[in-house]
Every structure is written in structure tokens, then in C-alpha cells.
């Protein structure tokens, strides 16, 4: 129960940045797939940015033990082309459906009950996906300082310089 609520305050707490992010809304949405508002890949970066070196200094502090799936090129391209045809087909992608649906966008309904939908496909077909395209490309590199045989936050601190002036970049582009 405790890891249901601590999910639920922080799915609502995420809900609520991406509501005061202005980045639940369609045009926003439209405008990050047709590369003129960066507005949701400055959010998402963020998140990303933050996320890692939180997660890596939680894993070094000994607070947590970092597990990394494998990746698996067959379910990554699959599940990427379906997710890009969903968001660009609805507008919205999973979470700012969400998000969208509460702030009374009833549009946003349609998306969320195809996720339900989907969902249930992807349940139904696992057996056959998990013989077949689950297992198509499988790497046996998981991260890229593995890749590199060099301690993460070399990469991290690379990721943050870069995400540095990628930001300053949109921003001089005003997008």
C-alpha cells in the first residue's frame, strides 16, 4: 500500500508540473512534433537531466541498486513506432492525456480509453511478442559508460553540458 500511495502523490505531483508546464496542451503537443516549440523536449530534458543524476547518486550513496533491463531492438523500434503513431494521431502523448483529461479536455478520453484498449491487445499477444519480436536485437551493452568502460558521471556531466547549451540554444532560436 505504501508504494501504491507514494505512486499516486507523486504521479499527482507530476500531473500538476506538467499542468503549470503549459505542456498538457494540444498546441504544445503539435508544436514539439513539428519542431517549432520546444517547450516539452526543454520539460522532458529536464526531467531526464535531473532524474539521472538523482538516480546515480541514490545508486552511489548506497540508497538504491540500480537495475538495467536489457535493451531489445525489436520491442524498442515496435513499441516507438506505436507510440509515435498514438501521440501523433491523438496529440497527446500517455501522461498529458491525463493530465489533459483533468483539466476538462474531454478530447483527451478517446486517447486514454485506446491506451486501455491497447493495453489489453498487448497482454493478450505477450506469449507470441515475447517468442517473436521481444527478442529480436538483443544487446548485451546495457549503458552507454558500459559501452565506453568509463565511470557514469562522465557521461552525466557530458549530458549536462550538453543539455546546457541545448537550452541556451532554443532559447536564442526562441523556441
Not at 69 to 98: K, Q, V
Not at 99 to 128: H, N, S, V
Amino acid at each position: 500500500m505504501t508504494t501504491l500511495l507514494s505512486g499516486l502523490i507523486i504521479g499527482m505531483g507530476f500531473g500538476f508540473l506538467l499542468q503549470k508546464g503549459s505542456v498538457i496542451r494540444y498546441d504544445r503537443q503539435m508544436g514539439a512534433l513539428r519542431l517549432i516549440d520546444m517547450t516539452i523536449i526543454k520539460f522532458m530534458f529536464s526531467a531526464v537531466l535531473t532524474g539521472m543524476v538523482g538516480v546515480y547518486v541514490l545508486k552511489d550513496l548506497g540508497i538504491i541498486n540500480l537495475r538495467v533491463l536489457p535493451t531489445i531492438l525489436g520491442g524498442n523500434i515496435f513499441g516507438g513506432i506505436l507510440f509515435g503513431l498514438g501521440w501523433g494521431l491523438l496529440g497527446y502523448c500517455p501522461g498529458t492525456a491525463m493530465g489533459a483529461l483533468g483539466e476538462g479536455r474531454y478530447d483527451a478520453a478517446w486517447g486514454i480509453l485506446g491506451m486501455i484498449f491497447g493495453a489489453g491487445i498487448y497482454a493478450e499477444a505477450y506469449p507470441a511478442l515475447s517468442r517473436n519480436i521481444l527478442t529480436w536485437g538483443r544487446l548485451k551493452i546495457y549503458t552507454i559508460p558500459q559501452a565506453l568502460g568509463i565511470n557514469h558521471w562522465i557521461i552525466i556531466f557530458l549530458f549536462v553540458i550538453g543539455g546546457i547549451f541545448m537550452f541556451r540554444w532554443f532559447e536564442k532560436k526562441g523556441l
